[in-house]
C-alpha cells in the first residue's frame, strides 16, 4: 500500500514517499526515516471528530450510544507530527490518550451516499485524539479546549492509501505497555457512514480529517510518558508528554477543575463508586 508523508526537508516541507528505511523526496533526495522531522501528513482546512463509536469504550462508560453519531471540532492549531512533544499545560493534570483511526478526504464531498464516501476518501493515518479533560466542566458542550488546545491533535506518520479499514488492530502503548486495544470492527459506524453523514450539510475538501472513534481505556499520561497507537497496516504514532513552561492564567476566564465529572471521563466511568482513585503525581 502506498504510504506518503510529510517531512521539514532543508527548510521546506516536502511530500516524500516511504522506500524501505528511508523517506524519497519528488526531486530524488532521500533520508533516513528515524532522521527525519516529521509533519502532520496531511494539511486540512478542518478536523471534526465523533464522539463515541467503539462499542467496548461505550460499555466502559455503561451508558448507550444515540441513534446517530455525535461530533466536536478540532481547530486546525491543534495539530502535531508524529515525534512531536503533546503539551500538558501547567497547573492541568488530567490529559488523556485516545488513539484512533483518521480519515483523509481527497476529494470534494458533499451530499453523498455512504456507497460513494469511498471513492472521495484519498486514505487514512493515525491519531491520537487527546483530551484536556480538566475544562471538561466548562467545556463539556463543545469540547472546544478539552479536545483542541494546541499540540493534542497528532497525526502521522504517514498517509496509506488503498487501506481496507475492515478487521483491523488498534493499539495504545504507554513506556511501551498496551493501555488500549480494539478493532475496527467494534466500531457502530464505520468510516463511509461518517463521512457521508458529516457531508450532508458540511463540505469536506481534500485534506480535511474525520477522526473515527476510540476503543475503551483512555487514561491520563504525565509528562515524560511516551504515548504510542499502532494500527495495523497504518504503522506507529509516536509522541512524548511535556509540561508547558507557564501556567494557566487565571486572570481570565474558567480555571482547570477536578469535578466528579472530570475524574469520571478522565478515569473511565464512576470511579468513585467503583473503588478507582485518582492518581496523584
Not at 527525519?36 to 463515541?52: D, E, R
Not at 482547570?256 to 482513585?277: C, H, K, N, Q, Y
Request: glycine content about 10%.
Amino acid at each position: 500500500m502506498p504510504e506518503y508523508r510529510r517531512i521539514l526537508l532543508d527548510g521546506a516541507a516536502v511530500q516524500v514517499t516511504v522506500d524501505g528505511d528511508e523517506l524519497v523526496a519528488g526531486d530524488g533526495r532521500r533520508v533516513k526515516t528515524e532522521e527525519a522531522q516529521h509533519l502532520p501528513p496531511v494539511v486540512p482546512s478542518k478536523v471534526i471528530a465523533v464522539h463515541l463509536n467503539h462499542r467496548s469504550r461505550v460499555e466502559e462508560f455503561q451508558i448507550a450510544l444515540p441513534e446517530t453519531p455525535t461530533y466536536f471540532h478540532k481547530p486546525t492549531s491543534a495539530l502535531n507530527s508524529h515525534k512531536g512533544a503533546v503539551v500538558r499545560p501547567e497547573g492541568c493534570k488530567w490529559l488523556n490518550y485516545e488513539g484512533e483511526v483518521a480519515i483523509v478526504i481527497g476529494k470534494t464531498a458533499r451530499n453523498l451516499s455512504a456507497a460513494d464516501a469511498g471513492d472521495h476518501i484519498a486514505g487514512y493515518t493515525v491519531a491520537n485524539d487527546y483530551g484536556l479533560h480538566d475544562f471538561r466542566d466548562t467545556d463539556a458542550g463543545s469540547m472546544l479546549r478539552v479536545k483542541g488546545s494546541d499540540t493534542l491533535c497528532p497525526l502521522g506518520p504517514g498517509l496509506v492509501t488503498d487501506w481496507d479499514f475492515h478487521g483491523k488492530r488498534l493499539r495504545t502503548y504507554v513506556n511501551g505497555e498496551v493501555v488500549q486495544d480494539g478493532s475496527t470492527d467494534e466500531m457502530k459506524w464505520d468510516m463511509h457512514y461518517l463521512v457521508a453523514d458529516i457531508a450532508r450539510t458540511i463540505t469536506l475538501h481534500p485534506g480535511d480529517v474525520l477522526l473515527s472513534g476510540t476503543p475503551a481505556n483512555s487514561r491520563p499520561v504525565q509528562p515524560g510518558d511516551v504515548v504510542e497507537v499502532e494500527v495495523e497496516g497504518l504503522g506507529r504514532l509516536t509522541n512524548h508528554i511535556v509540561t508547558g513552561p507557564t501556567p494557566i492564567r487565571a486572570d481570565v476566564g474558567a480555571q482547570p477543575t477536578e469535578s466528579e465529572e472530570v475524574l469520571s471521563t478522565a478515569l473511565g466511568g464512576d470511579w468513585e463508586f467503583r473503588g478507582i482513585r485518582p492518581p496523584r503525581r
